[in-house]
């Protein structure tokens, strides 16, 4: 058993707040990625999980165990450092036995294991080469390969795939994933990367200026964002997020966009978050892939918008739209194509519009 346990947990660097009375429950093997932007206090909280900075305030619990008292060598962590943090003067091989030396195992049992490692991080043509000859690639997998093969309870990787070229950080996620279900580990993974997050976890924990704004599934994070942070941080492109104020009542609502127009909510999930605004002041949500577009003259509600960019990346077009000052992002198929300065209607999708509180940006009618 694994599971961690995080209370009132606070960390202070003199008048600076780095993390501030976080809670967060993680499960025996379940994988937890702490995602947000730099500064945002998630490498801070895994340095007090691993025991390497000392809480100002809060418990760490391991299976209910407090660790505050514990040393970083007795709490069964794994480790993985952005930076590699691995022997350059030893070989492959040395470097992946290390762990399993200095714990005393037999000759034999080292030998099996980092044979089976090498073979998992397909590094089994370079055991016996000096670390210092590999790739940025290569020299990742020994960090990740060195840390896994002792087989700790809790692994943590603080953004270890963020040096690798893009294709490599794909494959290697798949690679962590299968390590993790091979050795069953709880693991925790700090990153910036919302898609690496999204791919990897099981839960999310979205931080901003050292305090969660919001912990869930991938799915639950994505679909229904707590507030405008979590909204605007997850998904790429980003979630439209537009200004825009209540008119109407009792059941029967609008949105004013401005020179965007004005539309009626129609949608009974919107005119719910509708009934949920205590202000007249709120900012429109919906993902760009759920965004259409039609001719100005299309009768249901929508913004109304001009193109003012067409951007091809692969699979998808994304049209930009401009609405006076309110900007919007419309995600279309890849063979789409619009004409610059067309007059359209930015239609607003059933089921998949949110709203949120223009000054507090929490979101209005969740659960």
Known sequence: MASISLAGLTKRFGDLTAVNALDLEIRDKEFVALLGPSGCGKTTTMNMIAGIETPSEGQILFDGRDMRQVPPNRRKVGFVFQNYAIFTHLTVRKNLAFGLQVRGLPREEVERRVAAMAALMRLEDRLDWPTAKLSVN??????????????????????????????????????????????????????????EAMSLADRIAVMDLGVLQQYGSPIEVYN???????????????????????????????????????????????????????????????????????????????????????????????????????????????????????????????GKCHLFDAETGVALGLA
Do not use: W
Request: hydrophobic share 40%; charged share 25%; net charge negative.
């Open 138 to 195: 290569e020299l990742q997998k020994v960090a990740i390969g060195r840390s896994a093969i002792t087989e700790p309870e809790i692994f943590l990787l603080d953004e270890p795939l963020s040096n690798l070229d893009a294709a490599f950080r794909a494959f290697m996620r798949t690679e962590l994933k299968h390590l993790q279900h091979q050795f069953q580990q709880t693991m925790v993974y700090v990153t910036h990367d919302q898609i």
């Open 224 to 350: 229904e964002p707590r507030n405008v942070f979590v909204a605007n941080f997850m998904g790429s492109p980003s979630m439209n997020l537009v200004p825009c104020t209540l008119a109407g009542g009792d059941g029967r609502y609008a949105l004013d966009f401005g020179e965007g127009g004005t539309a009626a909510v129609e949608d009974g999930e919107l005119k719910r978050r509708c009934g949920a605004a205590r202000d007249a002041a709120l900012i429109f949500g919906a993902r760009p892939e759920d965004l259409d577009i039609e001719p100005p003259g299309h009768t249901g509600p929508g913004i109304e918008a001009t193109v003012t960019f067409v951007e091809p990346i692969g699979p998808r077009t994304i049209v930009h739209l401009s609405a006076g000052e309110r900007r919007m992002k419309i995600a279309k198929g890849k063979h789409y194509g619009i004409a610059l300065g067309a007059p359209v209607k930015a239609v607003l999708p059933p």
